[in-house]
């Protein structure tokens, strides 16, 4: 806890700017000056822990997948659906915010570079680790910048606002090989384990070098990146895959990097955020869809539920599936918070029936599990549970997925072990992966990513680099299959037929740059078809 709390005062370190000696002009009472700060090794410290407070809340976690084909916004009025639709444009004030909270980050982190040698008595093992936490940090962020912008300003140093306009646009390629380095260094300079939990450790660096060479289609890479995370040794699968997102998994090994809250003293709302409107009423904000939840498994077979092989029955659709399903997802028949039981069918008059005319009820019959402790439920706003941006799993699925793709002799055992044991945990106990054909093989591991970091952040990434978002995206949001009442033995889909997604591959696969960047910086151009 003490660890946490001073990751806000650290903000205070990051709001810097230069003075003199006139008394015209005097240190402004809401800022800290540069003159003032970087005297201390604690300065230095409260600095650091400032870049990590930046990381956002709920709303920009969960947002992502929802963004793609595995969720839903259900206010059709808020910004964040015209993402989900693809009918923004480069005005939207999501793909502007996005832009200006990574940008934070390098700023905050860049400058936490460009002053930190200034501190003259200081441990200096303490200074390379904090050195390299900014680092890794500030690969986080263009990570994210290149998936979303593709060629953005590679901005190295802190700058003021006028330099900051001459910057234009740098190659994706330039950018990839700046957070090679920049994640390498910072690897070489930080422990495998830190004392204070919530900072990042070597693990994390070769883990987002392992990400980012992956998105780079850097396969060799990425393998041997993800290799040298395995062989760090002090990572390892949990045993349970629904105690990683509830309190009592905070301290798996599983976990390498989530952004750190408390009940009480720095909170977020994820309980309210997925919450069923039968327990508290207007809250929800985004819903499973019906790519997710068709995508679990049976898990007798292992086989996909279209398989007529499967053992699937429509008339019982979540008896047998793989038990991530229900770890992740709310369906009819569960047990909910106040110990009631949801129905989400059509008529039922609860206050998740899909028919409700209220707000906030699914309209797919389905509401997300994941991250809804039963601990929260008195008070859903003050949630403690931490945001996970990097698991050992990840890892494991980069290893198998890079090897895939170089194909040939990298498919060895090794790969099938990785993948089989995110399914082999105690509470998901799916069957093993046999296959070692390159193709049936990309085939598995690209649903077992769709399911195992469901909700995490990755899906809308991973359908732009496979290149199938327009395979996926485009059409009306679907939901639950239930029989027809008036007619037993006919089954119904739920369809939100007023509300069609788009997706035109000349456009999409990329976000505009902010018009307001645009009328700012002369020097930056825009993304094709925006």
Not at 231 to 247: K, M, N, P, T
Not at 496 to 509: A, C, I, N, Q, S
């Amino acid at each position: 806890m003490k660890a946490y709390k001073i990751l806000h005062l650290g903000v205070l370190a990051l709001m810097l700017v230069s003075c003199n000696d006139d008394l015209l002009n005097p240190v402004p009472k809401d800022r800290l000056a540069s003159d003032l700060f970087w005297e201390t090794e604690d300065d230095a410290i409260y600095a650091a822990n400032g870049i990590y407070s930046i990381l956002g809340s709920q709303w920009r976690y969960t947002s992502m997948d929802a963004y793609s084909d595995l969720g839903h916004f259900i206010l059709q009025w808020r910004a964040e659906s015209q993402i989900e639709k693809h009918t923004f444009d480069a005005s939207s004030n999501v793909v502007a915010d996005e832009w200006t909270y990574y940008y934070t980050i390098i700023q905050a982190a860049s400058s936490f570079l460009d002053n930190a040698d200034r501190v003259e008595h200081m441990n200096e093992e303490l200074r390379s680790r904090l050195k390299a936490e900014a680092k890794t940090l500030r690969a986080f962020a263009y990570i994210n910048l290149v998936m979303l912008y593709g060629d953005v300003p590679l901005v190295t140093t802190s700058l003021g606002v006028e330099e900051a306009k001459t910057f234009g646009r740098t190659p994706v390629s330039e950018i990839w090989d700046f957070i090679s380095r920049d994640l390498t260094s910072a690897a070489a300079d930080l422990p495998v384990v830190q004392q204070e939990s919530g900072r990042v450790t070597q693990g994390v660096a070769l883990g987002l070098k392992a990400r980012a060479m992956l998105y780079a289609g850097r396969y060799q890479e990425a393998k041997a990146s993800a290799r040298a995370v395995m062989e760090l040794g002090v990572h390892r699968i949990h045993d349970s895959y629904a105690e990683l997102f509830d309190y009592a998994g905070e301290g798996a090994t599983e976990i390498m990097f989530a952004r750190q809250y408390a009940q009480n003293l720095s909170p977020h709302s994820i309980f309210a955020f997925y919450t069923a409107n039968s327990l508290y009423t207007q809250q929800c904000q985004v819903v499973p869809a019906k790519p997710l939840v068709d995508a679990y498994l049976m898990k007798t077979t292992g086989l996909p539920i279209e398989d007529p092989k499967s053992g699937f029955d429509p008339g019982n659709p979540y008896k047998d599936r793989d038990p991530r399903l229900r770890h992740s997802i709310y369906v009819s028949g569960d047990m909910l918070a106040d110990g009631k039981v949801l129905n989400t069918l059509p008529g039922n008059g609860s206050g998740d029936d899909i028919r409700s005319s209220a707000e906030n009820v699914t309209p797919t019959g389905w509401y997300f599990r994941k991250y809804v402790s039963e601990a929260d439920y008195a008070n859903p706003w003050n949630c403690g549970v931490n945001l996970i941006y990097l698991r050992y799993a990840e890892i494991l699925l980069t290893y198998v997925e890079a090897s895939i793709e170089l194909g040939g002799q990298e498919i060895d055992p090794s790969v099938l072990d990785a993948l089989n044991a995110l399914r082999s945990r105690p509470d998901v106990d799916m069957p093993k992966v046999t296959s070692t054909e390159q193709t049936a093989l990309r085939e598995i591991l690209r649903r077992e990513r769709m399911v195992e970091l469901a909700m995490e952040g990755h899906r809308l990434y991973d359908i732009r680099r496979w290149r199938i978002a327009e395979a996926v995206i485009p059409g009306t949001v679907k939901g639950m299959t239930y029989e027809n009442p008036d007619q037993p033995g006919t089954f119904v889909t739920v369809e939100l037929t007023g509300y069609v997604k788009e997706f035109k591959p000349d456009r999409h696969y990329l976000w505009p740059i902010p018009f307001r960047e645009l009328d700012l910086n002369k020097n930056l151009t825009q993304n094709t078809g925006y």
